[in-house]
């Protein structure tokens, strides 16, 4: 059973994809200020893990340990961090995204205020790093 709920920008995902399966997608988002940030984004329009069969929790988990692993390879971050808030969009995905002492929010989360701007070089080299990301993704799963 496929489950959808109509204006959710999620279970209409209209982004390209790194990798796309039966039960989830992962892509990584065009973020300006984090390149390499991605989302991993489970198909069916659930608000919870506790909502998924146990099956499934651990796949999903194991998949989003698979993309922190192509973050770590291609993006070289200080830290990663992971996490699934579905306060916006409640539809469960994570979050998985590349940290740097340099980055505007360090060491606060992304949604936070922002402290410092980061030098456009460096982002621009983060950004030029991230292109590879997709293809390091897509390897994990296929």
């Known amino acids: 059973m496929t489950l959808r709920e109509p204006g959710c920008e999620l279970c209409a ?4 994809v790194a990798w796309a399966g039966d039960k989830f997608s992962v892509i990584v988002v065009d973020d300006a200020s984090y390149p390499g940030f991605c989302r991993v984004i ?4 659930v608000r ?3 909502d998924l069969s146990q099956q499934d929790r651990l796949l999903l988990n194991e998949a989003v340990f698979k993309v922190e692993e192509a973050v770590r390879e291609v993006m070289q ?12 969009v409640p539809h469960l ?20 205020q922002a402290v410092r701007s980061t030098d456009p070089d460096i982002l621009a080299a983060r950004r030029a790093l991230s292109n ?3 293809a390091a993704i897509a390897r994990r799963f296929n």
């Open 93 to 112: 995905h994570w979050h998985v995204i590349p940290r740097y002492a340099d980055d505007a929010h360090f060491p606060a989360p992304v949604w936070a």
């Open 13 to 16: 995902l209209s982004v390209p």
């Open 132 to 134: 590879q990301l997709g």
């Open 42 to 45: 489970w198909r069916d329009h």
């Open 77 to 88: 971050p200080l830290k990663v961090n992971v996490a699934s808030l579905g306060n916006v």
């Open 48 to 50: 919870e893990m506790s």
